[in-house]
């Protein structure tokens, strides 16, 4: 049972390109959540979602942000024109219901 | 909301000594998880002990344990017998029950442990 897939592992952007970060759930796992972390700090929560649904967006950024998990295939972090402040590393998290997630080797996103 | 906080931003031990990273936490329910997380270099995020709140014992996971005061709103992670291996950031974290709330988790900002030889 493969772990959390996030890909890329690196990914480089010009300010106002749109950004992709994709993340593959353990198999079995319909609960997925991204977070955002900057340098020298924790983790902070974005968005929480069940497969076709967004349970929680209480952490997206009201703008230019966007997540999905779709019925079939990973779920999609997008981040539209994107900015220097959006430079940062990027988990998701899986977890079946009611179990401790467990997390993926991250997107580390530069906006140059 | 709840908060967690990590008062020591670095900490430093000595190989095969005993090492305590400090944890609080500021909520209004009664029934919660807790959480120590390891981040070393490779980033990745490793769940290194879990703990109810409703459960009187504290967790223990081999070299690594917990002093959880439900009162006082703490929870320390204590490592025995450090390695080089367990040279890390270290990150608290609350999640509430999925009755009560978004199981989203709230992160400390994290303590940076070195391990001497």
């Known amino acids: 049972n493969a772990g959390v897939m996030q890909n890329p592992r690196h990914l480089v952007r010009r300010r106002g390109q749109e950004a992709r970060l994709r993340c593959s759930p353990m198999k079995g796992h319909s609960h997925v959540y991204w977070y955002r972390q900057l340098p020298e700090e924790g983790l902070k929560f974005m968005v929480y979602?069940?497969?076709?649904?967004?349970?929680?967006e209480s952490g997206m950024p009201k703008e230019r942000f966007s997540a999905e998990f779709p019925k079939e295939g990973p779920s999609i972090l997008r981040i539209q024109q994107v900015v220097r402040g959006d430079s940062a590393a990027y988990f998701c998290a899986s977890s079946p219901m009611d179990r401790n997630p467990f997390f993926g080797q991250g997107t580390r996103l530069t906006v140059v | 909301a709840q908060t967690v906080t990590q008062s020591q931003p670095e900490m430093s031990v000595q190989e095969a000594e005993t090492v305590t990273l400090s944890c609080t936490y500021d909520t209004s329910e009664s029934d919660y998880y807790l959480f120590w997380y390891k981040q070393p270099p490779s980033r990745q995020m490793i769940l290194v002990i879990r703990?109810?709140?409703?459960?009187?014992q504290n967790a223990t996971e081999n070299r690594f344990s917990v002093n959880f005061q439900k009162a006082a709103k703490s929870f320390s992670l204590k490592i025995s017998d450090s390695q080089l291996g367990d040279a890390a950031m270290y990150f608290c974290a609350y999640r509430s029950l999925p009755s009560g709330g978004s199981e989203k988790l709230v992160f400390g900002k994290g303590t940076k442990l070195t391990v001497n030889p």
């Open positions: 703990q109810e709140a409703y459960k009187q």
């Open positions: 979602l069940q497969k076709e649904n967004i349970i929680d």
